[in-house]
């Protein structure tokens, strides 16, 4: 079993920053692809970034060249660094892991994922 834990959300202005974490348990973490999804009010839920067990990333296109998706293996964190946002970045964020990914490749399928947190709010006002 592995729980995920985000946080960092909250309400900031059109242009600003935020920097979603997310905690999780299990001791091979290292091993885990992970990505960071979106929900929007009314909306289905959408890949914006993922990041696989050897680094590699994927964003969607909405979100490329304004967030970063990373990882520090030693604190069992991923991080979405979320730059520029948008009103159209308002959604409650979750993170997720794919426990069976591979290393080299971005989990990029809703279905890879094992495991979810409870999700964070991010509102942007414009």
């Given at each position: ?70 990882r ?44 979810w ?10």
């Amino acid at each position: 079993q592995v729980q995920l834990v985000e946080s960092g959300g909250g309400l900031v202005q059109a242009g600003g920053s935020l920097r979603l974490s997310c905690a999780a348990s299990g001791r091979i973490f290292s091993t885990y692809n992970m990505g960071w999804f979106r929900q929007p009010p009314g909306k289905e839920r959408e890949l914006v970034a993922a990041i696989s067990s050897g680094g590699s990333t994927y964003y969607a296109d909405s979100v490329k060249g304004r967030f970063t998706i990373s990882r520090d293996n030693a604190k069992n964190t991923v991080y979405l660094q979320m730059n520029s946002l948008k009103a159209e970045d308002t959604a409650v964020y979750y993170c997720a892991a794919d426990v069976n990914g591979r290393y080299l490749s971005a989990s990029i399928d809703i279905s890879d994922y094992d495991y979810w947190g409870q999700g964070t709010q991010v509102t942007v006002s414009s």
